[in-house]
């Protein structure tokens, strides 16, 4: 009997690009003069920035609600650096030299229906060495999170070399706190891109480094997302463990964030054991939060996981609704690793309506998107295999299981291998090959 491999779920906070837009009434800045900014979903707030050349622009920002994206534009309006605290959830120090003398401009861009935040801009005239190599490594980590939003497996080793290089300077200025922001964002990429064994290391580094740089707040975001890295390798007690530390942590930083992106996870390992009652009710949990708060980004992470399992308790009609909102949301924000998930998702729908056309048409949109060999390629590949399976063309079936189980075993999933090993003995029989079934 042919098995479906279940769909992970995308859990990595993923960057959306957004257009630049200028107001009519920036802020002139003053120099040292901390600010805080209140600001509505969609508002931004600009400071105008008068730099000679060779002097250093310093940028600390506090959250204290909601989400923000940090720009910096030279005089032209090339964006110097870029900052969104939905990949780190945590508070960046931004540093740049200025390369030529001019109105240079801070925009700073809300994210949610109501988001608080304080700015301290300060101007060096005669920058230290240590303040240029914090500047050099703010840019190169800039770069990173620019590289690592493009989906495809040149922008992510990009990305990994980009965070890498900024880390090795964070750590010979003994910026802990950096440090260990680039190496949690290492294993974030290497998570996409599927090498768990690399991810799982760069977690362990920044959750050493955030201890060492005394960030609590750090610390608990870290191990929210090993524990992600601990489900995709089969290990739902593990990521429950370590899930109840950053509850913990969490508890005492009384972060609006929290609660919901603890329900999103806890759903995910309920999916995982099986529990799909406790999964519904937490997952809606997460949901009714990330409304209130207005963030569109994870109320598609919280859609996308009530499609899931919605899909496994055979309620196709709400899964498929759920599935088409968020490719809508992924298509408008030029996510392909989202539209790809939406994609493979919607053809598990249509496999279990046995629409197998359409299925056999979304599941070839996604793998056109999936480029690189992480478990939802692994997934997809395994159900374009069912899919000719039910259409009776069992060679190719063959062909696609093989070929996912190559990708299973770059990525060591042993219960994606097991699973998969039972297709293709299946296929083997279906073609008569009975001695190699």
């Known amino acids: 009997m042919l098995r479906l491999v279940s769909y992970t779920v995308i859990v990595l906070s993923l960057l959306v690009h957004s257009s630049v837009v200028f107001c009519q009434q920036p802020t002139f800045f003053i120099n040292a ?8 979903k969609g508002q931004k707030r600009l400071f105008k920035i008068k730099l000679q050349k060779d002097r250093l622009v ?19 309006k090339e964006v110097l650096l870029k900052f969104d605290s939905r990949r780190s959830s945590l508070d960046p120090e ?6 030529s003398s001019g109105e ?5 861009e809300a994210l949610e229906k109501k988001s608080l935040l304080q700015v301290l801009i300060q101007i060096q005239n005669n ?108 290990d739902p007690q593990k990521a429950m463990e370590v899930l109840e530390e950053a509850l913990q942590l969490k508890q005492q930083l009384k972060n609006p964030y929290a609660k919901a992106s603890i329900f999103e996870n806890l759903a995910m390992i309920y999916m995982q054991t099986g529990e799909l009652e406790r999964a519904l009710e937490v997952t809606r949990e997460s949901l009714v939060l990330h409304t209130e708060i207005g963030n569109q980004q994870y109320i598609s992470y919280d859609t996308n996981l009530l499609g899931l399992i919605y899909l496994y308790l055979g309620d196709q009609e709400k899964a498929l609704e759920a599935f088409q909102k968020t490719l809508a949301f992924y298509k408008k924000t030029n996510n392909l690793a ?35 060999d992480t478990d939802n390629k692994l997934s997809a590949l395994n159900n374009l295999g069912t899919i000719y399976a039910y259409l009776s063309d069992h060679k190719t079936s063959l062909e696609c299981y093989l070929e996912a189980l190559e990708v299973a075993q770059k990525i060591t ?25």
Not at 104 to 108: K, N, P, V
Not at 138 to 154: K, P, V
Request: proline content about 1%.
């Open 338 to 372: 989202g539209q790809a998930n939406s994609l493979a998702n919607l053809a598990a729908v249509s496999i279990e309506t046995e629409s197998y056309q359409q299925a056999l048409e979304y599941n070839t949109q996604a793998l056109a998107l999936l480029t690189y």
């Open 127 to 234: 920058p230290s060495s240590t303040q240029k190599q914090n500047a050099e490594a703010n840019h190169l980590f800039s770069n990173a999170e620019q590289y690592s939003t493009q989906g495809d497996d040149t922008g992510l080793r990009q990305a990994v070399n980009l965070y890498s290089s900024a880390r090795n300077l964070y750590q010979a200025l003994g910026n802990r706190y950096m440090d260990a922001l680039s190496e949690h964002n290492l294993a974030l990429t290497y998570l996409q891109m599927g090498n768990l064994s690399e991810s799982k290391a760069h977690f362990e580094a920044s959750l050493q480094n955030f201890t060492l740089a005394k960030s609590p707040e750090g610390r608990a975001y870290c191990l929210v997302n090993l524990s992600s890295l601990y489900r995709s390798v089969g």
């Open 58 to 76: 310093q940028i600390n920002t506090r959250k204290t609600q909601g989400n923000f994206i940090i720009s910096l534009f030279s005089p032209n």
């Open 104 to 108: 240079y401009t801070l925009q700073i």
């Open 413 to 437: 999933d042993s219960i994606g291998q097991g699973t998969i090993i039972g297709n293709i003995g299946s296929s083997y029989l279906e073609l008569g090959e009975i001695d190699k079934a």
């Open 33 to 40: 003069r901390k600010t805080t900014i209140s600001l509505q």
């Open 94 to 99: 931004l540093f740049w030299i200025a390369t």
